[in-house]
Nanobody
């Protein structure tokens, strides 16, 4: 099991940027696919982005493509989500997740370990 802790959330104006971090411990992060999901009030948790074990492949939801960038630094056991051109509809709790399979990176059940989440609020 890998423990995940997100940080970097906060309040930002529309059009602004934030960078989320996901620090992993307990296991070597390079063994895992990393994903980011988010859950807005009253909505189901949804896929945002995912990255392969060594960063060669990235996957994005259509709603964030071109604005968000997922990356990872396995030497630091940390993953990142750079969020630019933020919109009010990006307001949500953002979760990072780690999974062993790369067969269904957009699916929540693909991931075994989850962080506690970090709040991102975008004001208009």
């Amino acid at each position: 099991q890998v423990q995940l802790v997100e940080s970097g959330g906060g309040l930002v104006q529309s059009g602004g940027s934030l960078r989320l971090s996901c620090a992993a411990s307990g296991r070597t992060l390079s063994n895992y696919i990393m994903g980011w999901f988010r859950q807005a009030p009253g909505k189901e948790r949804e896929f945002v982005a995912a990255i392969s074990r060594f960063g060669s492949s990235q996957y994005y939801a259509d709603s964030v493509k071109g604005r968000f960038t997922i990356s990872r630094d396995n030497a630091k056991n940390t993953g990142y989500l750079q969020m630019n051109s933020l919109k009010p509809e990006d307001t949500a709790v953002y979760y990072c997740a780690a999974g062993l399979s790369d067969r269904a990176v957009r699916v929540q059940n693909n991931y075994n370990d989850w962080g506690q989440g970090t709040q991102v609020t975008v004001s208009s």
